[in-house]
Structure formats: C-alpha cells, structure tokens
C-alpha cells in the first residue's frame, strides 16, 4: 500500500488527520483542518528502523555541573524587567502582537543597543533592508556591527548565523524550510522552522528575537508547540491610536511570567515609563461613584490601579455584565456575594467593569476592590482618593488574607495615599507602616463597606 502524500493539520492546535475533518477532534475548532504535504524521512540506518549509535548515556543529577551564565542588558530597562533582568544567552524570544504595535520598532531598538555587545543580524523576511535602515535612521540609532538580511529560505540564512550573537527574525511567519513543501506561514512550516532556530540557538549559543503574529481572538497564529519550545513568550498589546503599550510575559524559564512593562510611543521609539500613575490612575477619582484603587503585584513591583464601574438598570430581561481587565466568572461571583451577604441588588443592573490602562488583573486580591467598586456606584456615594483596598472575598463574606500585604501597603504609602483597607489577617505584617498611613483591618465584607463607604 503506497504511503500518503499528504495530511490534514489543524492550524489551531497542531492535531493531524489523514483525511479532511468539518471539526478538530482535538481542540473542537471547525474548519481548520488544511491539506499539507507530509515531509518524507530518511531512510534508516538499521534493519529494523532503530538508531544503533549515537545515544547518550544517562548523568546523575549530582555530576551535572551549573551551567553559568550573564544575562545581557538590552538598553531598554523596561525591556530587562519583563525578560527578569536581561537577555540569556542562547534562549529564545517570541514576541507577538497586531499588527502596526510596535514590534519591529521595539526590537530595532534592542538589536541597536545590542550592537554594542557583539554581531547582530536582522533577518527581514516581510521587510527591505532599505525600510529597516530607514527605521533606523528616523529613531536615530547607531548600527555599529549591526547586520541586515533580507531572506525568507531559512536554510540560506543558515549560513549567516556564524559569528552571530543575537538574531531578530521578522517574523517566523514570513521564513519557511525546504524540508517541506507548504506554504510559509502553515502550522507544519512555523513547527520546523522554530525548532530548527531552537536547534541553531542551543548550539552555536546565538539569542534569537523572533516576532509572531496574531489571530483574530488575540491568540498567537501557528501551533501551540510553537510556545512550548520557547523559552520566553511576550505579548505587546495596546491600541494603535494610543500611545501607551503592555508587554506582558507569559511564559518565562528564566524569570517571573507575571511582569509588565510600560512603554510610551515617541517621535524616538519607544520609551520606556516609570510612572504608572498616569496611565493606571484617573485624575478625577474620588469626585464620582464607582471607582476604587488596589495594589495589584505584576511580577517583582507592584502597581496602583484604578478600577471603575458604572451600574445601570437593565431594559431587557438578562442582566449585562460586561468586565474589562477582570475574569468575567470571578465578577458573577462577588455580584453574587454582594447581593447575598451585604444586601445589594444587582440582578436587574447592568454590571460595566474597567480596569483602567488595559491591564488585566488576575490575582484575587483584586476582589475586595471590585466589589467596594460596584457599592459604591449602587449606592452613588464617592470612595475617598486617598483610600485604597485590597483582600480576596470568600463566597461566606469573610475578607481573607492575601501574600506580600507589606509591600503592598509600603506601595501605598510611596504613592501618597493616606488611608488603606486591609484583611485582618495581615494586620500584624503591616504594623511597620501605621505611622506612616491610616490601616484598616477588616475581617468581612460588610465591614470593609462600612468603613469605606460610611454613609
């Protein structure tokens, strides 16, 4: 029987069929199953199709010698924050977003920073040298040992790598592999060409940036083997017409996957911010119902934000609740225990939820905030600017007590605020600061309203 020429790969999730399926038994998706030429394998050196040689034997844990290793600064301190205090050599970077974020721009930067280091090659598979050079030139930056290359076959930009110790490649997308015969950009051609770099990268030792795009639904384009072998993924998010932008990790063998940077779009580039309180704070908070301030940990700094509601009676039968920057589930359920344990209808309310400067909040300290929020929009009375809350709601109404409430309050105080809610439970780590600020040690729900919204 002659082998099939083809198969069928699901561009979701990587799954393969040897015939065309309306649905992905794997991941569910519909219609996402594409015909894809299957890559015919060497001949094996052994009868019965075995390696016979080249195995490695097994080491004990206690003969492993450390691996030593100086990460890198990029130039861009905020850049070094997210990847957890620079570049490690020889790993691998994914960094996807929409298109016209600022990708290219923020990696230009870093490849013209790193320069300095050693070689940098630019590989500009959807670009020209010449509009990477003009990039460079309108940000003004120096190209000392900074190389460009214009090329999409992988295994023709292969020989360039020598003497290379950082590599961008814009974007794995656009690079395709001879191996096999699918169009570059399909879920076996990204699968290749990242383990091949992966290959190259742990190897020769060179770091590679390499620039992902999205789908629809936000997600990165191609398989999800795709992050796995990654070593770091970044998400730069934003909105084209604004000029804050997130990059957020979410994935990090080498650091914390729960840091933020914030950079601000320049005539320059991309500038790096270090004040938050414009872009996470209102100017006019206190002045108007339904706002409330937590401090809310991203990785190793933690950051004051403003969350804003707006309640509004509902004119058809089905309530909306409509969140932004929070879990929609964890929002049904501190609407729920407000209107259980502290008496506040919400069920003929349209629930609105803004974290403000898109950030999105995931921890559950987070959730005595969203419901001092909500009560303070139902009942139209102001939460004083200079108070802030933070503490986890159980279904029962009690505030529990959550981790790092010192550096939490500590972030307070910096920021000037004069008066903190905190649980009960983590007054005792908190004492240190009760000169400094006003601290309010509650055990329930209904007692942190009481002391946040007294009328």
């Not at 010449?130 to 030139?137: A, D």
């Not at 939490?408 to 920021?415: D, I, L």
């Not at 908190?430 to 601290?439: L, P, Q, S, V």
Request: with cysteine; net charge neutral; proline share 4%.
């Amino acid at each position: 029987m002659a082998k099939p020429t083809s198969q069928f790969v699901c561009s979701e999730c990587g799954a393969t069929s040897p015939k065309w399926l309306g649905r992905c038994p794997s991941c569910g998706k519909f219609n996402t199953m594409t015909e894809e030429p299957v890559a015919q394998s060497a001949p094996s050196r052994s009868g019965i199709g075995l390696r016979t040689g080249g195995s490695k034997k097994p080491v004990l844990l206690s003969e492993v010698a450390y691996e030593r290793f100086t990460r890198v600064p990029s130039g861009i301190a905020e850049f070094d924050n997210v990847l957890g205090g620079g570049i490690v050599p020889g790993s691998l970077v994914l960094i996807g977003g929409d298109p016209g974020i600022g990708k290219s721009t923020l990696l230009t930067q870093v490849a013209a920073n790193l320069s300095a280091h050693g070689k940098v090659l630019y590989v500009c598979a959807e670009e020209s040298c010449s509009q990477v050079k003009l990039r460079c030139e309108r940000l003004g930056l120096r190209t000392e040992h900074f190389y460009l290359l214009n090329e999409t076959c992988l295994e023709d930009a292969e020989t360039a790598f020598e003497g290379v110790r950082f590599a961008i490649i814009d974007s794995i997308q656009a690079v395709y592999t001879e191996q096999l015969s699918s169009a570059a950009g399909s879920v076996g051609q990204i699968r290749e060409c990242a383990a091949k770099l992966m290959r190259i990268a742990k190897a020769k030792g060179i770091t590679f940036f390499l620039v992902g795009h999205v789908t629809k639904e936000g997600a990165l384009a191609g398989p999800k083997v795709l992050e796995h072998i990654m070593d770091t993924v970044l998400y730069f998010e934003g909105e084209r017409e604004d000029n804050f932008r997130l990059l957020r990790s979410v994935k990090n063998r080498f650091g914390s996957v729960q840091e933020i940077g914030v950079f601000e779009m320049t005539e320059g580039g991309l500038v790096g911010v270090k004040d938050y309180a414009a872009l996470f704070l209102s100017d006019r908070r206190g002045e108007s119902a339904g706002s409330a301030v937590t401090p809310s940990e991203t990785g190793n700094r933690c950051v004051m934000v403003e969350l804003q509601t707006l309640i509004a009676k509902t004119a058809f039968g089905l309530p909306r609740r409509m969140p932004l920057g929070i879990d929609y589930n964890k929002l049904a359920v501190l609407i729920a225990v407000l209107e259980k344990r502290c008496g506040i209808p919400l069920f003929n309310q349209d629930v609105y939820l803004n974290a403000m400067g898109g950030i999105k909040l995931s921890e559950p300290s987070v959730d005595l905030a969203v419901c001092v929020a909500l009560a303070s929009a139902f009942k139209g009375i102001p939460v004083d600017k200079g108070t802030a809350v933070f503490g986890e709601i159980g279904l029962t109404g009690e505030v529990r007590g959550v981790s790092n409430a010192e550096k939490r309050v500590n972030e307070c105080v910096k920021m000037g605020f004069t008066r903190v809610v905190i649980p009960a439970k983590n007054k005792a780590a908190c004492e240190k600061h009760r000169d400094k600020i006003e601290i309010v040690p509650v055990s329930t729900l209904w007692q942190a309203l009481k002391a946040v919204l007294p009328e």
